[in-house]
């Protein structure tokens, strides 16, 4: 059974930088597929931050391109994002996905809450 | 960048009615959209891949159709448990874009 468990701290400050982590655990980060982060702001819809393949290969949305970073670490089958400079535009929900290549999200986090607050 | 449009935004229910659920994209798009149900406090759930192909634990009740730039989900005979926000996605080009939602309520 894939599962995967996003770590968040909650609250960021403005201008700081917003680190999360995905747990992966029933399957291998290096066996495959694009490692997602898609989120969204509360009550509003569901927008696709980027992905990562286990060799390190990164695509972004542009829109988020110049502030996002996705990094893997397959020694602890986990992937993270970084997210700079963030405001209080970036408060939302994160989930991470498992995509396998121009396919749907098939696997889903429960959602990580952060906030972006002084 | 793709944009998806659904419609309507909002439709409430009676149980056992059908519900139809458009979603179309501003370019062709093939098959590559994908449907989700996003209940309350869950993350969405993947219900119907490539228009129409169903998903295994998903009831039949759900369907999907459509290609190129028009695609429908359908929920026959609506049941309770089925009141959520349903989300279209498409996946044929990046960056990967979902419509706007639309929250299904039951009378």
């Known amino acids: 059974q894939v599962q995967l468990q996003e770590s968040s701290p909650g609250l960021v400050k403005p201008s700081e930088t917003l680190s999360l982590t995905c747990t992966v655990s029933g399957y291998s980060i290096t066996s495959g597929y694009y490692w997602t982060w898609i989120r969204q702001p509360p009550g509003k819809g569901l927008e696709w931050i980027g992905a990562i393949f286990h060799s390190g290969s990164t695509y972004y949305n542009p829109s988020l391109e110049s502030r996002v970073t996705i990094s893997v670490d397959t020694s602890k089958n986990k992937f993270s994002l970084s997210l700079s400079s963030v405001t209080a535009a970036d408060t939302a929900f994160y989930y991470c996905?498992?995509?396998?290549?121009?396919?749907?999200?098939?696997?889903w986090g429960q959602g990580a809450l952060v906030t972006v607050s002084s | 960048e793709i944009v998806l449009t659904q419609s309507p935004d909002f439709q409430s229910v009676t149980p056992k009615e059908k519900v139809t659920i458009t979603c179309r994209a501003s370019q062709s798009i093939g098959n590559s959209l994908h449907w989700y149900q996003q209940k309350p406090d869950q993350s969405p759930k993947l219900l119907i891949k490539?228009?129409?192909q169903s998903i295994s634990g998903v009831p039949s009740r759900f369907s999907g159709s459509g290609s190129g730039t028009d695609f429908t989900l359908s929920i026959n005979r609506l049941e309770a448990e089925d009141a959520a926000t349903y989300y279209c996605?498409?996946?044929?080009?990046?960056?990967?874009?979902f419509g706007p939602g639309t929250k299904v309520e039951i009378k």
């Open positions: 490539y228009a129409s």
């Open positions: 996605h498409q996946s044929s080009s990046l960056p990967f874009t």
């Open positions: 996905a498992r995509e396998a290549g121009i396919s749907p999200f098939d696997y």
